[in-house]
């Protein structure tokens, strides 16, 4: 005979922290194959979608999946190779920019230890180094084989899974018995995923198209480069853009002057104080009810993780444990701690103390 060992509310949250303090170090050991794999399987959710709707219009499932595909590796391709002819060219034409480089930051020194502060002009000749930004662009460029490399391992994974994408609910079915509310849970990651990616996505371009143009009127070069960089650091939550606006505004500093550089860093700021800091925010917070002292750590979290790939990743992967959590009465309160909508979580429990109380009247 059998008996069941009870615990301690204590020691089962030991055991709980335990063991996932085993699976986030070993996710840590595996990042190399997890973070691609992750993002092939982030993408492939975008991507389902478009394949439903070429499916529905008749196209087999093998030549929509294809032409999925074919659209991915042109405009990875298109982006890629604008960026790799540009980040070429600025790296050429470093040199010249040394000169003037030093001469500003050794001005601006002058004007900090006029100012009473000690040392500045030795401090910013190390921190604005042309050296420095000669290695990261030639590092970036040595890179790109490796990065190539990742990407197809990536669009081959995106093509297997939409491939399986269709018998993906029968097999979850078989193998996991889902009720009707497991569905409607996985359901519901997808639907959140794809949510977000798409809002993503849009104020990205829309950030990338404003400071495109805005480069554009004051003559700065290689405009497109950074169009491309601040789409990329837009998905980065928080600190994308802050980190967007740096190379531009050093950029604009030594191919034009001071009074210019400021106009590119207004134009910076306004762009990211409006979509970045009034139209995501109200979308994310309303949509996808995540605190935002939640994405700061999760985009640490998943940064230390997961690498650059988990920053990211960081909103969508703490949109799933979130759903996960808040699938279990034991982990729920971790999944309210997590958003940002008390209403909706009280709510929501409210619905599930419903759900309970009416499963336990038929069982009598």
């Known amino acids: 005979m059998y008996h069941q060992i009870g615990f301690l509310p204590l020691t089962r949250a030991l055991i709980a922290a335990a063991a996932i303090c085993v699976l986030v170090l070993f996710a840590r050991s595996a990042a190399s194959i997890l973070a691609p794999t992750l993002l092939a399987l982030f993408i492939a959710v975008i991507a389902t979608p478009p394949l439903r709707w070429l499916r529905g219009k008749g196209m087999p499932k093998y030549l929509a999946v294809l032409l999925i595909l074919l659209v991915l590796v042109d405009i990875t391709s298109l982006v890629a190779l604008t960026t790799t002819s540009e980040l070429e060219a600025l790296r050429e034409g470093l040199p010249s920019y040394q000169e003037r ?63 399986e994408a269709p018998s993906l609910p029968a ?10 509310e497991g569905e409607e849970r996985l359901r519901q990651i997808f639907n959140s995923i794809n949510r977000y990616m798409l809002i993503k996505l849009i104020t990205s371009l829309g950030t990338g198209i404003c400071i495109w143009i805005w480069l554009r009127i004051f003559g ?30 050093l950029i604009a500093l030594v191919q034009a002057n001071l009074s210019t550089a400021l106009l590119v860093t207004l134009g910076y700021v306004v762009v990211n104080g409006i979509i970045g800091n009034v139209v995501e925010p109200r979308l994310m917070g309303r949509k996808l009810g995540i605190s935002s002292v939640v994405v700061l750590l999760s985009l640490l979290f998943w940064g230390w993780v997961f690498g650059p790939i988990g920053l990211f990743l960081s909103v969508p992967l703490t949109m799933v444990l979130a759903v996960a959590l808040n699938a279990s009465p034991h982990t729920r ?12 979580a009280e709510a929501s429990d409210r619905k599930l103390v419903r759900e309970e109380t009416a499963v336990g009247g038929d069982q009598s």
């Open 333 to 344: 309160p971790m999944a309210i701690m997590l958003g940002s909508d008390v209403a909706r």
């Open 171 to 180: 097999k979850l079915q078989a193998a996991f018995s889902m009720t009707g």
């Open 220 to 249: 700065i070069e290689y405009a497109v480069a950074l169009a491309v960089a601040a789409v990329l650091f837009n998905f980065i939550p928080i600190v994308g853009n802050i980190f967007m606006a740096v190379p531009a505004v």
């Open 101 to 163: 480089l030093l001469l500003l930051s050794d001005e601006f020194g002058r004007w900090l230890e006029f100012l009473g502060i000690d040392r500045s002009r030795a401090a910013l000749r190390d921190l604005i180094s042309p050296a420095a930004a000669s290695q990261f662009i030639y590092v970036a460029l040595t890179n790109a084989s490796s990065t190539l490399a990742t990407g197809l391992l990536v669009l081959l994974i995106v093509a297997f899974i939409l491939v």
